[in-house]
């Protein structure tokens, strides 16, 4: 006789495995095609924080935050005559593991004294709860390093779509997806034959059906939740993410494991600030799809040309 469900304990084991499966390989898949547009900012050698590289009016360039270029606990990104400073955008992409025997990195490197950002100068002081904490860094696409960037990655235009990318309407599968590099996270390669070594950055999307939204000041904010039963591993400290691109995941078409489901993604937010409150999950906030699409947008066509 058959058991009343009309699967043997086999089948079920069986499929149980394929869900887990599953559930482990497409957050891997969705990483890679998020991380297409992500890249971590290291300046002077030093890991700074995480950006999207994005395309407005036609102009290709680095959407991050702000306290990332303006750093109140440590060096500012300096593009005066004088400046020495070099930024150094990491090209290559491993995957999810280091190899065994890792390659010198492939890296953009840019002077930054031939470099413009927006906002110019500090907008506040504090960088406080709710920003405003957003900026971007056009590209000079006659430059080769740009020209690296392009033939590896992927720029986010973002004129394009607002309508669909700042209404948010969360079907029952569909989730937020925060990526960045936390400095936790950091490993220390092998010495190289001149005896330096190279730091291993671990860049994740990290992954959260659970979310709440806020206005204040005239611009909107998305905290994602890191719990419960968060769907990615979580650092204790983020620190790293900042400036790192908030993606909402929609989930076109459910299909049985181990498939991946047909899905369509679109970026709605900066990250910018790790939220505690006692008793809650850790919270990632940023500035919502309307900061990013409409008031960042009019800010920079009114303010910069």
């Given at each position: 006789?058959?058991?009343?469900?009309?699967?043997?304990?086999?089948?079920?084991?069986?499929?149980?495995?394929?869900?887990?499966?599953?559930?482990?390989?497409?957050?891997?898949?969705?990483?890679?095609?998020?991380?297409?547009?992500?890249?971590?900012?290291?300046?002077?050698?030093?890991?700074?924080?995480?950006?999207?590289?994005?395309?407005?009016?036609?102009?290709?360039?680095?959407?991050?935050?702000?306290?990332?270029?303006?750093?109140?606990?440590?060096?500012?990104?300096?593009?005066?005559?004088?400046?020495?400073?070099?930024?150094?955008?990491?090209?290559?992409?491993?995957?999810?593991?280091?190899?065994?025997?890792?390659?010198?990195?492939?890296?953009?490197?840019?002077?930054?004294?031939?470099?413009?950002?927006?906002?110019?100068?500090?907008?506040?002081?504090?960088?406080?709860?709710?920003?405003?904490?957003?900026?971007?860094?056009?590209?000079?696409?006659?430059?080769?390093?740009?020209?690296?960037?392009?033939?590896?990655?992927?720029?986010?235009?973002?004129?394009?779509?607002?309508?669909?990318?700042?209404?948010?309407?969360?079907?029952?599968?569909?989730?937020?997806?925060?990526?960045?590099?936390?400095?936790?996270?950091?490993?220390?390669?092998?010495?190289?034959?001149?005896?330096?070594?190279?730091?291993?950055?671990?860049?994740?999307?990290?992954?959260?059906?659970?979310?709440?939204?806020?206005?204040?000041?005239?611009?909107?904010?998305?905290?994602?939740?890191?719990?419960?039963?968060?769907?990615?591993?979580?650092?204790?400290?983020?620190?790293?993410?900042?400036?790192?691109?908030?993606?909402?995941?929609?989930?076109?078409?459910?299909?049985?494991?181990?498939?991946?489901?047909?899905?369509?993604?679109?970026?709605?937010?900066?990250?910018?600030?790790?939220?505690?409150?006692?008793?809650?999950?850790?919270?990632?906030?940023?500035?919502?799809?309307?900061?990013?699409?409409?008031?960042?947008?009019?800010?920079?066509?009114q303010n910069w040309s």
């Amino acid at each position: 006789m058959p058991p009343p469900n009309g699967r043997s304990e086999d089948q079920k084991a069986v499929a149980d495995e394929l869900r887990k499966q599953a559930k482990k390989e497409f957050p891997y898949e969705l990483s890679r095609q998020l991380h297409k547009y992500t890249i971590s900012l290291i300046l002077d050698g030093k890991f700074y924080g995480t950006g999207t590289l994005a395309e407005i009016d036609g102009v290709k360039g680095i959407l991050t935050a702000e306290h990332v270029i303006h750093n109140p606990e440590g060096k500012r990104f300096d593009n005066s005559e004088s400046s020495r400073q070099i930024l150094d955008i990491p090209v290559t992409i491993y995957g999810e593991g280091f190899p065994a025997n890792l390659p010198t990195p492939e890296t953009a490197r840019f002077p930054v004294r031939g470099l413009r950002w927006y906002p110019e100068y500090r907008s506040d002081k504090t960088f406080g709860d709710w920003g405003p904490d957003m900026a971007f860094i056009p590209l000079d696409e006659s430059l080769p390093q740009v020209g690296s960037l392009k033939a590896k990655k992927s720029f986010w235009i973002l004129n394009k779509d607002i309508v669909k990318r700042t209404n948010i309407n969360r079907g029952r599968h569909d989730f937020f997806a925060f990526v960045g590099a936390p400095d936790e996270w950091m490993k220390q390669g092998e010495r190289s034959t001149d005896a330096s070594r190279i730091n291993l950055l671990a860049s994740v999307a990290f992954c959260s059906p659970h979310y709440s939204y806020h206005r204040h000041g005239g611009f909107d904010f998305i905290d994602i939740h890191c719990g419960p039963d968060p769907l990615s591993e979580i650092p204790d400290e983020f620190s790293g993410v900042s400036g790192g691109g908030l993606w909402f995941i929609h989930i076109e078409k459910d299909v049985a494991p181990p498939d991946v489901p047909k899905y369509d993604f679109w970026l709605v937010g900066v990250a910018f600030l790790q939220v505690e409150k006692p008793g809650q999950p850790t919270m990632i906030r940023g500035h919502g799809p309307n900061s990013v699409y409409q008031k960042f947008l009019d800010e920079i066509r009114q303010n910069w040309s």
